[in-house]
């Protein structure tokens, strides 16, 4: 327990000592900022450092070790330097000085966060189920990598194809420190957290010192709302446990047949079932069950025949209960960065006055943008053209409010999405040009609307006071021009559908030979595309409380919105200036969350869920952000009785969604009982595997032969815990990753290579995959018909315990 607090005091030092690196850089970047961006030092400092290490790594230049690491930070200094002398002499520290609370309250939040997550990772701490053996396994192949870019631990002799930039930054610190790959995971995962909570916090204070300024002080509370509703706030369906557990609106007849037409309508899997306990205040499966898992699992899509598919709706209070670290959570921080950058640019902060490539926006400042944005491809490659949008509105939404909604903000649009989006990409060339995607095309949505009642069960709690706030400002407006918003979302959605039913159309008639052609029915499951245009059309009448809310979500933000940009104003107030950037953040979640009702992208999977999962968890965190901020304002705003009833109302919602956190999080502090707290991920492997791996760790590094498992599993454990490549780890991930161009026959040559009984085959599959320490376990004596024998007759035996033996192929 003592080596792990001191690995989490120096995790916690070093990200400290990164922040006040890179603070003149901030200080010169974000300047229109009122923290100038102090509550992103942290994520800034591993983004910069992480990217100059890759790239000059990339190219030959830096090993993967302390001293390449140490190379890369002294670069990262000296551009510190720089920006701290380009501004005038004492600027900095008679700004800090001036700072000096609002940097305290900074610092509270991120080590008030740290400290919880700590807890919780430490009471739980298997690196087990899910992906994240797949996450812990990128980690320590980076570890073991020479240089960049690094070995795929799942696939000998190739390297990663998937977006590893988070892991990497993980990977730096663990070097550095010369802390183990699984308690780094552990401690990447409590930094995520942290870092996105300070983040969050930041920005909902930059947001309320620009609207009224005179409020700081009341501000600095009032931004701690927060990182609640982004990261420990849940969905409704905690609160439908405690109501379902409770035996709520179940009614048992004569017959002893209990039903509910509540629950029938409300349609969340399991929760239709009645409940089979006495009725009780904790959920079901409480005592030992993933109860907490069906809150991102809410939306329940049904194929042509009515078969069930389920999709996911993770948010992020739900990662951080698994213990995750996939891309879509350590892009937590960064997307708020990026966030950040966009609101600097709408206040002005990037402004020049002559237009430099047809824009009013400074060189530095465009680079910038442009290596934040590739940066988020590089961490989660949906991001990238989300925050490419939302930096492209901000600098429109400034440039209306002064010059109204012409035709040149949509040329001025659509040119800064370009140069970003394109910028990001060259800037980050080594990794697309060795990534391979599973992506195949966009599909039309004609099946699967989203109900009603399952997009409310998602976002009610988010939506609440965001609703309340918008309708506050457009009560401020008397409503004026409500009604014609509405309209012209209802003319989007229409737009929308017609245009997903004209796609379907062309892929059904003029591209039927395509790939995509073929999918409109083979995917979906319909005999013909009459019957499939038939079933469409009444699927989506017969269910419309989905697209009706988010139509009206539409109308109310994009009113708004285009309320701000009246030309003829040279300048904003400052609450109308902080409201109209809300006011996009609020828009982009909706279109986001709009999206995969008509369109989505087909990968693998066959379905939506992946667009549904990738747009829905952005549109939590920019929704997040705008509640914590509307319902600060209503509250500052509202007078006497109006305060009260919104007061009432906030609490009745806000109340809903932390009944979820108070559940999972409790039931993740509680087990497994009796075990110690600590951070290494691999307590739960048998003691004999645990020595396995820590005489792999010390031994020169080589490829090894283990068992094939699928995904999910507890195979490929050897590759995943030492960080060594693996001929194959999980198939089915391998083939996500690389657009099913991989090698299967990997597969089946590791099952002859442990069963097989004639050497001649066994030693030309050694030499074939390079294969260094042939592994025997529990795990390939439960896959294969294990014949050891050709083993101890011709390699030598170099380590074993009661159960696994590990043989050196000379």
């Given at each position: 327990?003592?080596?792990?607090?001191l690995?989490?005091?120096?995790?916690?030092?070093?990200?400290?000592?990164?922040?006040?690196?890179?603070?003149?850089?901030?200080?010169?970047?974000?300047?229109?900022?009122?923290?100038?961006?102090?509550?992103?030092?942290?994520?800034?400092?591993?983004?910069?450092?992480?990217?100059?290490f890759?790239?000059?790594?990339?190219?030959?230049?830096?090993?993967?070790?302390?001293a390449?690491?140490?190379?890369?930070?002294l670069l990262?200094?000296?551009?510190?330097?720089?920006?701290w002398?380009s501004?005038?002499?004492?600027?900095?520290?008679?700004?800090l000085?001036?700072?000096r609370?609002?940097?305290?309250a900074?610092?509270?939040?991120?080590?008030?966060?740290?400290?919880?997550?700590?807890?919780?990772?430490?009471?739980?701490?298997?690196?087990e189920?899910?992906?994240?053996p797949?996450?812990?396994?990128?980690?320590?192949?980076i570890?073991?990598?020479?240089?960049?870019p690094?070995?795929?631990?799942?696939l000998?002799g190739?390297?990663?194809?998937?977006?590893?930039?988070?892991?990497?930054?993980v990977?730096?610190?663990?070097?550095?420190?010369?802390v183990?790959g699984?308690?780094a995971?552990?401690?990447?995962?409590?930094?995520?957290?942290?870092?996105?909570?300070?983040?969050a916090?930041?920005l909902?204070?930059?947001?309320?010192?620009?609207?009224?300024?005179?409020?700081?002080?009341?501000?600095?509370?009032?931004?701690?709302?927060a990182?609640?509703?982004m990261?420990?706030?849940?969905?409704?369906?905690?609160?439908?446990?405690?109501?379902?557990?409770?035996?709520?609106?179940?009614?048992?007849?004569?017959?002893?047949?209990?039903?509910?037409?509540v629950?029938a309508?409300?349609?969340?899997?399991?929760?239709?079932?009645?409940?089979?306990?006495?009725p009780?205040?904790?959920?079901?499966?409480?005592?030992?069950?993933?109860?907490?898992?069906?809150?991102?699992?809410?939306?329940?899509?049904?194929?042509?025949?009515?078969?069930e598919?389920?999709?996911?709706?993770?948010?992020?209070?739900?990662s951080?209960?698994?213990?995750?670290?996939?891309p879509?959570v350590?892009s937590?921080?960064?997307?708020?960065?990026?966030?950040?950058?966009?609101?600097?640019?709408?206040?002005?902060?990037s402004?020049?006055k002559?237009?430099?490539?047809?824009?009013?926006?400074?060189?530095?400042?465009?680079?910038?943008?442009?290596?934040?944005?590739?940066?988020?491809?590089?961490?989660?490659?949906?991001?990238?053209?989300?925050y490419?949008?939302?930096?492209?509105?901000?600098y429109?939404?400034?440039?209306?409010?002064?010059?109204?909604?012409?035709?040149?903000?949509?040329?001025?649009?659509?040119?800064?999405?370009l140069?970003?989006?394109?910028?990001?990409?060259?800037?980050?060339?080594?990794?697309?040009?060795?990534?391979?995607?599973?992506?195949?095309?966009?599909?039309?949505?004609?099946?699967?609307?989203?109900?009603?009642?399952?997009?409310?069960?998602m976002?009610?709690?988010?939506?609440?006071?965001?609703?309340?706030?918008?309708?506050?400002?457009?009560?401020?407006?008397?409503?004026?021009?409500l009604?014609?918003?509405?309209?012209?979302?209802?003319?989007?959605?229409?737009?929308?559908w017609?245009?997903?039913?004209?796609?379907a159309?062309?892929?059904?008639?003029?591209?039927?030979?395509?790939?995509?052609?073929?999918?409109?029915?083979?995917?979906?499951?319909?005999?013909?595309?009459?019957s499939?245009?038939?079933?469409?059309?009444?699927?989506?009448?017969?269910?419309?409380?989905?697209?009706l809310s988010?139509?009206?979500?539409l109308?109310v933000f994009?009113g708004?919105?285009?309320?701000?940009?009246k030309?003829?104003?040279?300048?904003?107030?400052?609450?109308?200036?902080?409201?109209?950037?809300?006011?996009?953040?609020?828009?982009?979640?909706?279109l986001?969350?709009?999206?995969?009702?008509?369109i989505?992208?087909?990968?693998?999977f066959?379905?939506?869920?992946?667009?549904?999962?990738?747009?829905?968890?952005?549109?939590?965190?920019l929704?997040?952000?705008?509640?914590?901020?509307?319902?600060?304002?209503?509250?500052?705003?509202?007078?006497?009785?109006a305060?009260?009833?919104?007061?009432?109302?906030?609490?009745?919602?806000?109340?809903?969604?932390?009944?979820?956190?108070?559940?999972?999080?409790?039931?993740?502090?509680?087990?497994?009982?009796?075990?110690p707290?600590?951070?290494?991920?691999?307590?739960?492997?048998?003691p004999?595997?645990?020595?396995a791996?820590?005489?792999?760790?010390?031994a020169?590094?080589?490829?090894l032969?283990?068992?094939?498992?699928g995904s999910y599993?507890?195979?490929a454990?050897?590759?995943?815990?030492?960080?060594?490549?693996?001929?194959?780890?999980?198939?089915?991930?391998?083939?996500?990753?690389r657009g099913?161009?991989?090698?299967?026959?990997?597969?089946?040559?590791?099952?002859?290579?442990?069963?097989?009984?004639?050497?001649?085959?066994a030693?030309?599959i050694l030499?074939?995959?390079?294969?260094?320490?042939v592994i025997?376990g529990?795990?390939?004596?439960a896959?294969?018909?294990?014949?050891?024998?050709?083993?101890?007759?011709?390699?030598?035996l170099?380590?074993?315990n009661?159960?696994?033996?590990?043989?050196v192929?000379?």
């Amino acid at each position: 327990m003592m080596s792990d607090v001191l690995n989490a005091l120096a995790w916690y030092a070093l990200l400290a000592g990164l922040s006040w690196l890179v603070l003149p850089i901030a200080y010169r970047l974000l300047p229109a900022l009122p923290e100038r961006g102090y509550a992103l030092l942290r994520p800034l400092a591993l983004l910069l450092w992480g990217f100059v290490f890759w790239l000059l790594s990339s190219f030959g230049l830096l090993a993967n070790n302390a001293a390449g690491l140490l190379t890369a930070l002294l670069l990262l200094a000296g551009l510190s330097v720089w920006a701290w002398r380009s501004q005038p002499a004492g600027a900095l520290g008679a700004w800090l000085r001036e700072q000096r609370a609002q940097i305290l309250a900074t610092e509270l939040v991120f080590a008030l966060a740290f400290l919880f997550m700590l807890w919780m990772r430490a009471s739980y701490p298997r690196v087990e189920g899910t992906e994240k053996p797949m996450e812990l396994a990128f980690i320590n192949a980076i570890l073991q990598s020479p240089s960049m870019p690094p070995q795929d631990p799942w696939l000998s002799g190739f390297s990663i194809s998937y977006y590893y930039f988070g892991y990497l930054m993980v990977a730096m610190q663990a070097k550095l420190l010369g802390v183990a790959g699984a308690v780094a995971f552990n401690l990447g995962v409590v930094s995520v957290f942290a870092m996105g909570a300070a983040a969050a916090y930041g920005l909902v204070f930059n947001l309320l010192a620009v609207h009224r300024p005179a409020i700081v002080r009341t501000a600095r509370w009032l931004a701690g709302l927060a990182p609640l509703l982004m990261l420990v706030m849940g969905n409704v369906e905690g609160l439908l446990e405690i109501m379902h557990a409770r035996h709520l609106f179940w009614e048992t007849n004569a017959a002893g047949e209990t039903s509910s037409a509540v629950w029938a309508w409300l349609d969340v899997k399991e929760l239709v079932n009645p409940p089979l306990s006495e009725p009780r205040w904790t959920p079901r499966l409480f005592d030992g069950g993933w109860w907490w898992w069906r809150a991102s699992r809410v939306i329940n899509d049904r194929t042509f025949a009515g078969g069930e598919q389920e999709l996911i709706d993770e948010f992020p209070a739900f990662s951080f209960v698994l213990g995750d670290l996939h891309p879509h959570v350590f892009s937590i921080p960064f997307v708020l960065l990026a966030t950040s950058v966009a609101f600097n640019t709408y206040l002005g902060g990037s402004e020049r006055k002559k237009p430099w490539l047809g824009l009013h926006i400074k060189e530095e400042s465009l680079v910038f943008a442009a290596l934040v944005i590739g940066a988020l491809a590089f961490l989660n490659i949906w991001d990238l053209p989300i925050y490419a949008i939302l930096f492209a509105g901000a600098y429109v939404l400034r440039r209306a409010a002064s010059e109204g909604w012409v035709r040149a903000r949509l040329d001025e649009f659509l040119k800064l999405v370009l140069i970003v989006g394109a910028g990001g990409v060259v800037l980050f060339l080594p990794f697309f040009i060795g990534f391979t995607s599973q992506a195949g095309g966009f599909l039309p949505n004609l099946l699967t609307p989203t109900r009603g009642t399952h997009l409310w069960i998602m976002f009610a709690t988010l939506l609440t006071p965001v609703l309340l706030w918008a309708l506050w400002q457009w009560k401020q407006r008397g409503f004026a021009g409500l009604p014609k918003a509405l309209l012209a979302s209802l003319a989007f959605v229409a737009a929308l559908w017609l245009g997903s039913l004209a796609l379907a159309w062309l892929y059904a008639g003029l591209l039927s030979g395509t790939p995509l052609g073929q999918a409109i029915l083979s995917d979906l499951g319909a005999p013909d595309v009459a019957s499939l245009f038939a079933e469409s059309l009444r699927r989506r009448f017969a269910g419309p409380g989905g697209w009706l809310s988010l139509m009206g979500l539409l109308g109310v933000f994009g009113g708004l919105l285009a309320a701000a940009g009246k030309a003829g104003r040279s300048k904003q107030a400052p609450a109308e200036a902080a409201s109209s950037f809300a006011v996009l953040l609020a828009l982009i979640a909706a279109l986001l969350v709009t999206a995969p009702e008509f369109i989505y992208l087909r990968d693998q999977f066959g379905t939506r869920m992946n667009t549904v999962f990738k747009f829905y968890y952005q549109a939590w965190l920019l929704w997040s952000v705008v509640a914590a901020y509307g319902a600060s304002v209503v509250m500052l705003e509202l007078r006497r009785g109006a305060r009260a009833a919104a007061a009432a109302l906030l609490m009745v919602a806000l109340g809903a969604g932390f009944v979820y956190p108070a559940y999972a999080f409790a039931d993740i502090a509680s087990r497994p009982p009796n075990q110690p707290l600590a951070l290494d991920g691999s307590l739960h492997l048998s003691p004999e595997a645990r020595e396995a791996i820590a005489w792999l760790q010390a031994a020169e590094p080589g490829v090894l032969a283990e068992a094939v498992g699928g995904s999910y599993s507890a195979y490929a454990r050897y590759a995943t815990f030492t960080g060594m490549q693996g001929v194959m780890g999980w198939p089915g991930h391998q083939g996500q990753w690389r657009g099913g161009n991989v090698d299967y026959e990997r597969i089946g040559a590791l099952e002859s290579l442990y069963s097989t009984g004639d050497w001649a085959t066994a030693s030309e599959i050694l030499q074939r995959y390079a294969i260094d320490y042939v592994i025997v376990g529990d795990l390939e004596r439960a896959a294969y018909p294990v014949n050891e024998a050709k083993f101890q007759a011709r390699l030598p035996l170099v380590f074993q315990n009661g159960s696994v033996s590990i043989y050196v192929v000379p």
